[in-house]
C-alpha cells in the first residue's frame, strides 16, 4: 500500500469516527440541560431567583438598619431615601423587616420542599415495591392524611408547634406535604418492579433497600426533581398562609406572612406596608413557578406544550 493510499484510508477512518461522535445518542442529562438551555422562561425564573437568594441574604449586610431597629422620629413614614420602604406604627424599618422575613421563608420553603419529596419518594417506592399488605397498610395511611387538607391539620397541630421556633413549622410543613407525590411515586413504581433490570437485582440477591436506591429512585428522578421545585413553592405559600392567619411563625420572628398580615389593615392607608412584602412574595413564586415549568417541560416534553 502506497503513502497516498494510507493517508486516504486513515482519511476516510477519521471521517467515520466524525459521523459515528455526531450520531452518538446524548444522554438524559444533557438532553434536558440542552433543552432548558433553549427556554428564556428557564432563564428568567432562574436569574429572578438567583437575584432574590443574594439579595435576601447580602442586603442586610448593606443596610443601616436591622429589622428591630425603632426610628421613633419617622414612625409610619413612607418610602425614603433613609427608610427604602418606609415605617411601621412603631418605627420599624420595612425593608429590613421584608428581608429578613424572605429569608425565612426561602430557608423553610427550601427545606421543606426537597425533605417532602424524600419522604415522598421513600414511601411511595417501598409500598409500590413490596406490594401485598405492605402496600395495603401505608396506601391506607396515606388516603387517611389525605381526607383532611395538610393546611387544616397544621392548623389543627398549631398549638404544638407555635410555642417552638419556625424549625418545628418546616418539619411539620415537610411531614404533611408528601402524599400525593408518595401517590405517583407508588404507581411508577409498580409499573417498574417487572422490568427486567429490576427482576435481575432481585434474583441476584440484592436487598430491597439497595434495589429502590439503584434501580427504582433513579429511573423516576425526574419526577422528584420536578416535585422537588414545586414543592418550594407550595411550603413557601403554606407557611405564608399560616403565619398570615396567625398560625405560623410566631413574633418576634418575621415572615412575609407576618408582615403581610400586619400590612393588611393598612393597605389603603398606608400601602408600603402591603405593597412590598407582597411583591417580593409574588416575584418569588413567579421565579420558582417558571423553573418548575421549565423543568417539567424539559424533562418530560410531552407534559404540555413547550412554550420555551
Not at 398560625?247 to 393588611?264: C, E, I, N
Request: glycine letters at 8%.
Amino acid at each position: 500500500m502506497t503513502v497516498l493510499q494510507e493517508e486516504a484510508v486513515e482519511a476516510s477512518l477519521d471521517a467515520d469516527a466524525v459521523v459515528t461522535g455526531a450520531r452518538r445518542p446524548l444522554s438524559r442529562n444533557r438532553l434536558v440541560w440542552l433543552r432548558l438551555k433553549s427556554m428564556p422562561r428557564f432563564w428568567v425564573g432562574a436569574g429572578v431567583f438567583a437575584f432574590i437568594v443574594l439579595w435576601a441574604f447580602t442586603g442586610p449586610l448593606l443596610y443601616p438598619f436591622s429589622p428591630t431597629d425603632r426610628d421613633v422620629y419617622n414612625m409610619n413614614m413612607g418610602p425614603t431615601l433613609m427608610h427604602w420602604f418606609g415605617t411601621n406604627s412603631i418605627g420599624q424599618d420595612i425593608y429590613a423587616q421584608t428581608l429578613s422575613g424572605l429569608q425565612k421563608s426561602l430557608v423553610i420553603g427550601l427545606i421543606a420542599g426537597p425533605v417532602a419529596t424524600i419522604i415522598a419518594a421513600v414511601v411511595g417506592s417501598a409500598a409500590g415495591y413490596l406490594g401485598g399488605w405492605p402496600d395495603k397498610v401505608i396506601g391506607w395511611f396515606v388516603h387517611l392524611l389525605l381526607v383532611i387538607p395538610s393546611f387544616f391539620i397544621l392548623v389543627l397541630l398549631s398549638p404544638i408547634y407555635k410555642g417552638l421556633s419556625w424549625v418545628a413549622l418546616t418539619v411539620f410543613l415537610a411531614i404533611f406535604s408528601w402524599m400525593i407525590m408518595a401517590q405517583v411515586v407508588r404507581s411508577q413504581t409498580r409499573s417498574l418492579r417487572n422490568r427486567d433490570f429490576v427482576r435481575a437485582a432481585r434474583y441476584m440477591g440484592m436487598p430491597t433497600g439497595a434495589i429502590l436506591r439503584r434501580h427504582i429512585i433513579p429511573n423516576i428522578a425526574s419526577l422528584l426533581i420536578i416535585d422537588a421545585t414545586l414543592g418550594v413553592v407550595t411550603a413557601i405559600l403554606s407557611e405564608t398562609s399560616l403565619s398570615y392567619f396567625g398560625f405560623g411563625v410566631q413574633k418576634p420572628d418575621v415572615s412575609l406572612g407576618t408582615l403581610l398580615a400586619d400590612g393588611t389593615a393598612a393597605a389603603l392607608t398606608r400601602p408600603w406596608l402591603f405593597v412590598f412584602p407582597a411583591m417580593v412574595l409574588i416575584a418569588l413564586l413567579f421565579a420558582i413557578s417558571l423553573i418548575g415549568d421549565a423543568l417539567r417541560d424539559a424533562i418530560d416534553p410531552t407534559s404540555g406544550v413547550n412554550r420555551g
